[in-house]
């Protein structure tokens, strides 16, 4: 009953709004977030921010088309609730200053999971909607960047909020472009994105998701696995088999096992440099704090006090540029 109520008010909402349930692109999803039907709505379709992954172009390194599809058989991969619930709540607060700073990209309404009537196979959440000056409506996806993966947007967004894009503007009456708003906390710094929607990726998109829906999804049979976390989940190793192997596989042991030698004394030996670089600096520089390069007068090196006491080493960014790095 509960669930019946909500959609009951989120249909009103969106008729309010001037939003269509229904359009020749897509027909309204009528489900409740975190709810078991959302569940298996979202288990029964790839949605837009699962292309990346099923493409395998994903920049989160447990993100997989073989992750997607152990999700689809009931086994997702773990799910951080704190992240979650941080995500969450700062939708709002992203959204509020998309309304208030960036009024000229038109009125933010809100968001809903819609089906694509084109491609069946398709899902996309909608964080919110915009309806533009001229009365287009366009996706606005909303995201948090936190001070440790703010490098993944230096060279623009993250490939899978780009194919996320491509999707939600594919199925929202095939919208021309997205918008990307981004709030990086650490410091506080906001970034909205215009993305224009890529026809040809789009066409990749439907016929790559196609495959994949119809191989993986309705035949049952797992992707290829792609990294080693992969091959755990598809392999738990409780059967307690032996395999004889085959010559082709005793070479590439012979090189796995040598790799790994080389690598461990290798690895000995730049450790043992680093600490007797640090010694020599450190007995060098005594109680100064700061080395300058005898050249160019520039601090190459720093060697400071913790508020706890303990000096630490630290090369500037002159010091990489000396060294042409």
């Not at 060098?284 to 080493?313: C, M, N, S, Y």
């Amino acid at each position: 009953m509960r669930e019946q109520r909500a959609i009951a008010a989120l249909k009103r909402r969106l008729e309010r709004y001037g939003i269509p349930l229904e359009t020749d692109h897509y027909y309204l999803v009528p489900v409740v977030p975190d709810t078991p039907t959302w569940l298996g709505e979202r288990r029964s379709s790839i949605g837009a921010s699962e292309v990346a992954p099923v493409l395998g172009e994903s920049h989160f390194p447990d993100s997989t088309p073989f992750t997607v599809w152990l999700g689809k058989q009931g086994s997702p991969k773990p799910f951080d609730p704190v992240h979650s619930y941080t995500s969450h709540k700062a939708e709002p607060l992203v959204a509020g200053w998309v309304a208030e700073f960036q009024p000229g990209i038109g009125r933010v309404l809100p968001g809903f999971m819609a089906r694509s009537k084109l491609y069946p196979w398709l899902h996309a959440t909608f964080d919110r909607l915009v309806r533009s000056p001229d009365g287009r409506l366009r996706p606005l996806q909303l995201k948090t960047s936190s001070p440790f993966d703010r490098e993944s947007f230096a060279d623009g967004p993250p490939s899978d909020y780009l194919a996320q894009e491509d999707v939600e503007c594919l199925i929202l009456d095939d919208a021309d472009f997205a918008h990307l708003a981004v709030w990086n906390y650490g410091p506080t710094d906001y970034k909205l994105y215009n993305l224009p929607a890529r026809k040809e990726r789009q066409e990749e998109i439907v016929e790559r998701t196609r495959v994949f829906y119809e191989e993986h999804m309705l035949g049952g049979r797992p992707p290829r696995p792609q990294f080693g976390d992969d091959l755990t989940k598809l392999y738990p190793g409780n059967r307690g088999e032996v395999k004889t192997a085959t010559d082709d596989l005793l070479d590439t042991w012979g090189k796995y096992v040598l790799a790994r030698s080389d690598l461990k004394q290798t690895t000995a030996d730049m450790e043992r440099e680093i600490e007797e670089g640090k010694f020599a600096i450190a007995e060098f520089l005594g109680d100064a704090t700061e080395l300058v390069h005898p050249h160019t007068g520039h601090v190459i090196q720093t060697w400071r006090p913790r508020k706890d006491g303990v000096r630490v080493h630290l090369t500037t960014q002159k010091g990489y540029e000396a060294l042409g790095a």
